[in-house]
């Protein structure tokens, strides 16, 4: 008998960091999207089955296996096309997002049926206000229409924005479509999930770096067979295999979470309706304080926008003041002011609860020598080494350095000289339990509440009243309900407004305005007060205002003159090495072929504020291009004819959102 025909020649991508896909011999014709496994030097490894046209001509090796899996769906092949080519990330690499070996191999857990899936529509919601209404049913007939739409849903907070969308996704399961809902940090999104369950009686699947492997390896099989409907996921969800994708919402859509900031670095909110484009879907942005590339696509048309301008229920939006530091400042070595404690002071005489924000992790973040000055600071990373009293350790916030506090200082020789300054939300809790020995208090932050368990956990104490003062980082601005909050106080409003980049107002706005809106959701009333040393500062005054069109319009006043973001387009460019010479050596031979013309700016070198980091010199360009002026074919360009030493990396971040 002959051995079967290798006459067909199909080209297949692999996840790893590959440009074009390999080319193999086998013996049918594979419709693109096909998995397969083949041979890969002396190893095996899974690809798919892409539109290439193959190599012909060289000598090829057969397919060793054709998996039965359901094959890529196209939109999503397109889709991996298009995420390359805009961060120039090699193609493969970006596979390597939506396609893994480990997905595949292994067996599906035995005995343990997928039971997610059985979202159901019919189960009665809420009942929804008049304004909730109106807009639940025109984000329904974007669902109907079948076709690509983008539409802004901007609400304040406690609107019940969440209820309106999910009106949304309800339709997208009537149709026998699949919804895919993207939160910033589903890990503690644990309210979020409830709502979904009293909505559908029934969890969503969902996707996230969390879940353990055989979960993750079950979701998978289960989305790209279709029995998952509604995947409630983080930025890597966009990747997975929807056959038949009718709806992506990004809730918070502002958030910088949905920049990935290594790897292939892409922006989750942008790759969203990039995604819902190709599946001929609509996608819903959602936020109470949108990014103002959104805010501009809303107003020239390019998205539709639809506002819930009150809060649900009949509960009106807290009152925001500012506590002025210089007329009323702490007490020495303290960082609550007298107006603040007093206001804490009555809020619990009420039988109320009190949240103080601070977003910075850990006890002091700076520790110092009182005789010769002498800071602390990681051998690692352009950082100071932050006090962890909770573990008894000083940590680096980006290598994870840590170490104990020296008993004599380095520089000169004093013993225990060692101070904190500044305070992290440790030091906050414990001045709080001085002032209130007696009151209950709950410290939120990312080292501390770790697993969703503790999420959930934290968030039923508070629901219940089982805690009187919550002190906590940017983990307490998510979308909380906590009915029985009615003040907030921001230890330090300035604090954002220091590092100075180009978005430094705009996320101190967006944060900020967060955390006010956890106060007075229910009945009673809420307060807000912000502790600033310049509450004159446009920033403050749009909080204390609520006026947030005004702050957009200054906004956009500052940026379009000088074609900033989002009126004209940026790429960094980010060069390291070990050695400080090459990074600098890199630094100028980039500079030397840097692209020119008009509508085309470059920035730069210089050492990124974070010069070393992980123990790599870092140093960075900025391209700058009036909006009409693609990126990506400037930066081609730019990067082939430049000879890079191979031991120096150059990190391309399309649209930063960090500048660190
Ligand atoms: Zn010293
Ligand atoms: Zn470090």
Not at 16 to 25: G, I, V, W
Not at 164 to 181: G, H, S
Not at 416 to 429: K, W
Not at 455 to 481: L, N, P
């Amino acid at each position: 008998m002959e051995p079967p025909s290798l006459s067909n020649r199909v080209s297949v991508l692999l996840p790893y960091p590959f440009e074009t896909p390999f080319t193999y011999a086998a013996a049918q014709a594979l419709p693109p999207g096909t998995l397969v496994r083949v041979p890969l030097g002396a190893r095996m490894a899974v690809g798919a089955v892409w539109s290439h046209p193959p190599d012909q001509g060289v000598k090829t090796r057969p397919i060793a296996e054709i998996l039965a899996r359901p094959p890529l769906p196209k939109p999503l092949m397109d889709f991996v096309d298009w995420v390359a080519a805009y961060t120039l990330s090699p193609r493969g690499e970006v596979l390597a997002l939506a396609l893994k070996e480990s997905l595949l191999t292994a067996p599906p857990k035995r005995g343990k049926a997928f039971t997610f899936g059985g979202a159901d529509p019919a189960h009665p919601g809420p009942i929804l206000s008049a304004a909730q209404a109106a807009a639940a049913a025109a984000l329904r007939d974007s669902v109907t229409h079948q076709k690509f739409s983008v539409t802004l849903l901007d609400g304040v907070t406690g609107s019940g924005k969440t209820e309106v969308y999910l009106e949304a996704v309800a339709q997208a399961l009537r149709e026998n479509r699949q919804a895919l809902v993207l939160l910033p940090e589903i890990a503690l999104s644990v309210q979020f999930l409830q709502r979904f369950q009293q909505r559908f009686a029934a969890a969503p699947a969902v996707w996230h770096s969390e879940l353990t492997p055989a979960a993750r390896r079950e979701t998978f099989r289960a989305v790209a067979e279709g029995r998952a409907n509604v995947v409630v996921g983080a930025r890597s969800a966009l990747f997975l295999p929807f056959p038949d994708l009718g709806l992506i919402v990004v809730d918070e859509e502002h958030e910088s979470a949905f920049k990935q900031e290594d790897g292939v670095m892409y922006n989750a909110r942008d790759m969203a309706v990039v995604r819902a484009r190709l599946s001929a879907a609509p996608c819903v942005l959602v936020s109470a304080t949108p990014s103002l590339e959104s805010v501009e696509n809303a107003a020239s048309g390019r998205y539709t926008r639809l506002d819930l301008p009150s809060r649900h229920g009949g509960a009106v939006l807290p009152q925001v003041k500012s506590v002025d530091l210089r007329a009323s400042p702490p007490e020495r070595g303290k960082f609550l002011s007298p107006v603040l404690v007093e206001a804490v002071r009555e809020t619990l005489a009420r039988g109320e609860q009190a949240m103080l924000f601070l977003n910075r992790r850990g006890y002091a973040p700076l520790t110092l020598c009182r005789r010769c000055g002498h800071r602390i600071s990681c051998p690692n990373c352009t950082a100071w080494l932050v006090e962890h009293r909770s573990h008894s350790r000083l940590i680096c916030h980006h290598c994870g350095h840590s170490a104990a506090i020296p008993e004599t200082c380095p520089a000169c020789a004093a013993e225990a000289s060692f101070v904190p300054i500044g305070p992290g939300v440790e030091r906050i809790a414990e001045e709080v339990a001085a002032l209130f020995p007696v009151a209950r208090t709950l410290v939120m932050a990312s080292d501390i509440i770790t697993s969703p368990k503790q999420a959930a956990e934290a968030a039923a104490t508070i629901t219940e009243r089982g805690a009187d003062i919550i002190i906590g980082t940017q983990m307490v601005a998510k979308g909380w309900h906590f009915p029985h909050l009615t003040l907030v106080g921001v230890v330090d409003a300035d604090l954002g407004l220091a590092g100075g980049d180009l978005r430094a107002g705009e996320r101190t706005v967006q944060m900020l305005h967060q955390v006010a809106g956890r106060a007075g959701r229910a009945q009673a009333p809420g307060t807000v007060l912000l502790q600033s040393f310049s509450p004159e500062h446009p920033v403050i005054a749009a909080l204390i205002s609520g006026n947030l069109p005004d702050f957009y319009a200054q906004e956009a006043a500052a940026r379009r003159p000088g074609h900033w973001p989002p009126y004209g387009r940026l790429a960094a460019l980010i060069i390291s090495a070990t050695d400080e010479k090459l990074a600098d050596q890199t630094a100028r031979a980039l500079a030397r072929t840097a692209p020119h013309g008009p509508g085309i700016e470059v920035l730069g070198p210089a050492p990124a504020p974070y010069a070393l980091l992980r123990g790599r010199f870092r140093r960075r360009l900025l391209l700058k291009t009036a909006k009409h002026i693609p990126v990506q074919p400037l930066l081609r360009d730019w990067l082939a004819q430049t000879d890079i030493h191979k031991s120096s990396r150059i990190d391309v971040d399309v649209d930063p959102v960090s500048f660190m």
